[in-house]
């Protein structure tokens, strides 16, 4: 077992019952205060854990961690350094955090090393060198088949084959509670046969999750599927905006481009697969057998428990979609190894998103397009207004998080507030 993932290990710090951040998760971000510069962090509780300092007061010196992999604007170095040595960070972490520990005299130098964290900012803990999104949700795919395309061939004949992906734009992936400028773009008017141009009319959530590549390959290399997991550090929150009336014009014949890379929200926190361990379960079963290239052993999907909120300006939120990471067709080791099997070079700090997680029954869609049935439906919210895709003004928040044997393990939030399209078409 992972020292730190011990079900019974208590922090003498506080933990308030529910949170995200018991001594079991120890996740891994940056964060930065009005006096400091950002530096790599990790959280329990309410707090910030300042890693910069705890490396400055000796609590890793056996670990021989450069300064200035935790003085940085990003975890990409620290990722680098294998998971042989973050595991030991997040172990010694779990060790001087533990309420029982009598070595580390941790206790006396919590004034230097702790930060309240609704007092700090968090920032994108990534430098995101290329992003892909995958379409790996048989229910969302299905979907949006039966929406989009003759009901009775709702799959394309490749999807149960491979997993099918895009490249999408790496610059325009954001940090939670970064606010979110409806698009513009081109649209095809019903009934019409000429384009318009104008802001986006079918704004849309998609709930998904990433995971982060934590060591590089070459150019030339493939990453067999029984290694895929060495190659992923951790997981984050994703939602990626859509566009959903500029998507569908544009579409065809090369696919997502305006009507994605407007933006994503990830969430500030890389919860890593070390902490998930204990919550890995079987996926769905793959008919047909997949080619061998992506044949695995063992249990490669997660149970977490993810929810979707809409909050209209100055009101309450409402819950749209209560859906689970488990219900993804391909999981995240055939996405990496079918990514590289042509020999496509990895960087540490690629991001993956998994593509819409949708479950079978209407409250587990993850996406307004699937949930009000393409403009069909309308959904309800707490002030009595009534939502078909998103309204400027509206907040969405994406929350994620695992159970079992009595510990929480969450991922923190995905915030996005969606503010009106830019009246003038050029940048002054």
Same mark, same amino acid.
């Given at each position: 077992?992972?020292?730190a993932n011990?079900?019974?290990l208590?922090?003498?710090?506080?933990?308030?019952?529910g949170?995200?951040?018991?001594?079991?998760?120890?996740?891994?971000?940056?964060?930065?205060?009005?006096?400091?510069?950002?530096?790599?962090?990790?959280?329990?509780?309410?707090?910030?854990i300042?890693?910069?300092?705890v490396?400055?007061?000796?609590?890793?010196?056996?670990?021989?961690?450069?300064?200035?992999?935790?003085?940085?604007?990003?975890?990409?170095?620290?990722?680098?350094?294998?998971?042989?040595v973050t595991?030991?960070?997040?172990?010694?972490?779990?060790?001087?955090?533990?309420?029982?520990?009598?070595?580390?005299?941790?206790?006396?130098?919590?004034?230097?090393?702790?930060?309240?964290?609704?007092?700090?900012?968090?920032l994108?803990?990534?430098?995101?060198?290329?992003?892909?999104?995958?379409?790996s949700?048989?229910?969302?795919?299905?979907?949006v088949?039966?929406?989009f395309?003759?009901?009775?061939?709702a799959?394309?004949?490749?999807?149960?084959?491979?997993?099918?992906g895009?490249?999408?734009?790496?610059?325009?992936?954001?940090?939670?509670?970064?606010?979110?400028?409806?698009?513009?773009?081109?649209?095809? $008017?019903?009934?019409?046969?000429? =384009? %318009?141009?104008? +802001?986006?009319? !079918?704004?849309?959530? #998609?709930? /998904?999750?990433?995971?982060?590549i934590?060591?590089?390959?070459?150019?030339?290399?493939?990453?067999?599927?029984?290694?895929?997991?060495?190659?992923?550090?951790?997981?984050?929150?994703?939602?990626?905006?859509?566009?959903?009336?500029?998507?569908?014009?544009?579409?065809?014949?090369l696919?997502?481009?305006?009507?994605?890379?407007?933006?994503?929200?990830?969430?500030?926190?890389?919860?890593?697969?070390?902490?998930?361990? $204990?919550?890995?379960?079987?996926? =769905? %079963?793959?008919? +047909?057998?997949v !080619?061998?290239?992506? #044949?695995y /052993?063992?249990?490669?999907?997660?149970d977490?428990?993810?929810?979707?909120?809409?909050?209209?300006?100055?009101?309450?939120p409402?819950?749209?979609s209560?859906?689970?990471?488990?219900?993804m067709?391909?999981?995240?080791s055939?996405?990496?190894?079918?990514?590289?099997?042509?020999?496509?070079?990895?960087?540490?700090?690629?991001?993956?998103?998994?593509?819409?997680?949708?479950?079978?029954?209407p409250?587990?869609?993850?996406s307004?397009?699937?949930?009000s049935?393409?403009?069909?439906?309308?959904?309800?919210?707490?002030?009595g207004? /009534?939502r078909?895709f998103?309204?400027?003004?509206?907040?969405?928040?994406?929350?994620?998080?695992?159970?079992?044997?009595?510990v929480?393990?969450?991922?923190?939030?995905?915030?996005?507030?969606?503010?009106?399209?830019?009246?003038e078409?050029?940048?002054?």
């Amino acid at each position: 077992m992972i020292r730190a993932n011990n079900p019974t290990l208590k922090s003498w710090v506080e933990v308030p019952e529910g949170s995200d951040f018991p001594i079991q998760n120890l996740p891994f971000g940056i964060f930065k205060t009005k006096d400091s510069e950002p530096r790599v962090c990790s959280a329990i509780g309410g707090y910030v854990i300042d890693l910069a300092k705890v490396n400055d007061l000796a609590f890793f010196a056996d670990l021989k961690i450069p300064r200035a992999i935790f003085y940085n604007q990003y975890i990409n170095d620290f990722m680098a350094l294998g998971k042989d040595v973050t595991r030991a960070v997040r172990d010694r972490l779990s060790e001087i955090l533990d309420e029982n520990e009598t070595k580390w005299n941790s206790r006396d130098m919590a004034e230097h090393i702790f930060y309240k964290m609704d007092e700090v900012e968090l920032l994108i803990p990534i430098n995101i060198r290329d992003y892909t999104d995958f379409y790996s949700s048989i229910e969302h795919a299905t979907n949006v088949g039966i929406m989009f395309r003759d009901p009775a061939n709702a799959l394309m004949p490749n999807w149960k084959h491979l997993p099918v992906g895009y490249h999408g734009r790496a610059s325009s992936i954001v940090v939670s509670g970064t606010e979110i400028k409806r698009p513009k773009g081109q649209q095809i $008017p019903k009934d019409s046969k000429q =384009p %318009v141009f104008g +802001p986006c009319k !079918l704004l849309d959530f #998609e709930l /998904e999750m990433g995971f982060v590549i934590g060591q590089k390959t070459n150019l030339g290399d493939t990453v067999p599927i029984q290694a895929a997991e060495d190659f992923i550090f951790g997981m984050c929150l994703f939602n990626d905006w859509s566009a959903r009336d500029i998507q569908k014009w544009e579409y065809v014949p090369l696919g997502p481009f305006l009507g994605k890379n407007f933006a994503s929200t990830m969430s500030p926190w890389i919860v890593t697969m070390d902490a998930l361990e $204990p919550f890995r379960v079987s996926g =769905p %079963v793959q008919d +047909p057998p997949v !080619l061998p290239y992506l #044949e695995y /052993e063992g249990e490669k999907n997660y149970d977490i428990k993810l929810a979707v909120k809409i909050q209209p300006d100055g009101s309450e939120p409402t819950v749209v979609s209560e859906s689970n990471f488990k219900y993804m067709y391909w999981n995240m080791s055939q996405q990496l190894t079918h990514h590289t099997v042509n020999g496509c070079n990895i960087n540490v700090g690629d991001m993956y998103a998994s593509g819409t997680i949708s479950g079978k029954t209407p409250e587990s869609y993850g996406s307004m397009l699937e949930i009000s049935w393409q403009g069909t439906k309308s959904v309800q919210m707490a002030d009595g207004t /009534e939502r078909k895709f998103l309204a400027d003004g509206d907040t969405v928040v994406i929350e994620g998080w695992c159970e079992k044997d009595g510990v929480r393990i969450g991922f923190g939030e995905a915030v996005g507030k969606v503010l009106p399209a830019d009246k003038e078409n050029l940048i002054a």
